[in-house]
């Protein structure tokens, strides 16, 4: 029998409406335009409304990748949400969408892997699709970070927005997506975190509710040196040389952790896809919102080979080597 890939058929993204300047953020905590530039990238974020959920941001963003794939709601056979900041403790995000969007049948479930999330699904749908389990699989990451910043803690709050990007993955007769990687390292996970938890006692409760916490340098450090290993093993490991790579679409955390991660790979900054001057850090949104970004910008094209990668808490990382067929 035929080898069966996947390949993308269709992409979306959805930004909530409210934006949140680093000029607004001036009032809220002793921080300055200049020092968030500086030292991130950022100029702005995206804030969901106070009855917006995680799964209203999938919904549109899964809309506009359906309407992109030219698809209809029937034709999705799993569906697969990255995110930290699910509705409810159960049902999954993926359950509330798949009603939502009358899809008929599953599986959906949810995948948590922090900022990595997006990069873990579209690895765990590409390996569904491989083994011809499933035709085609709706791959979202969608983050509503906002609810779980503490807004008086100027060492995180300046980083993160809400968004939601996502993808149709589809069987194809050549790849599409010719390697994915994912993986994990525990050691790490307290450098990066919301202390409380459900089975957990709640260490780091504030009215009630749990907050990220962050060792921002070491996480920096760990984030350049891990994505740059990443990249170059995927690319050794497909043999395939930097000046081969149309686009790096990275995680968009922080934009000296791009650049320092560009310059390891030793691969120029215009070939990388940077979203996070008006996005901030969407965590598993991240990577597919830029992705959509630059597919309906016209940057990224048919035929053009294309590295996503991401690193978050955990500490988790991967990427996704892509022929953009
Ligand atoms: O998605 C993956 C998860 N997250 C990341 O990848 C984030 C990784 N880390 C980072 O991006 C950077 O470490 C940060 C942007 C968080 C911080 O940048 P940094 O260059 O590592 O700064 P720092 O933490 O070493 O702090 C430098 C100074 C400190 O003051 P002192 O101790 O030197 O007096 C901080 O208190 O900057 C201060 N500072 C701020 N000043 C103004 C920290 N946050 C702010 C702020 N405004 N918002």
Redesign the pocket.
Known sequence: MAQIFSRIVGTGGYLPEKVLTNHDLESM????HE??VA??GIHQRHIAAENETTCDLAQQAALQAMDAAGIRPEDIELIIIATTTADQVFPSTACKLQHRLNIPQGPAFDVQA??AGFIYALDIADKYIRSGTVKRALVVGAETFSRIIDWTD???C??FGDGAGAVILEAAAKPGIIASHITADGRYRNL?EVPGGVSSAYQDVQNGRAYVR?Q??E??KW?VKALGNEAQDMLAANHLSVDELDWLVP?Q??I??ISAMAKRLHIPMERVIKTIHRHG?T?AASVPLALNMAVRDGRIQAGQKILLEA???GFTWGSVLIHYI
Do not use: E, P
């Open positions: 905590v002793d921080t300055t020092w968030i030292r991130t922090v900022c100027r060492n995180t300046v980083l990066l962050m921002g340098h996480v920096f984030a995680h955390a922080n000296r952790i850090n965590s690193f978050g808490g």
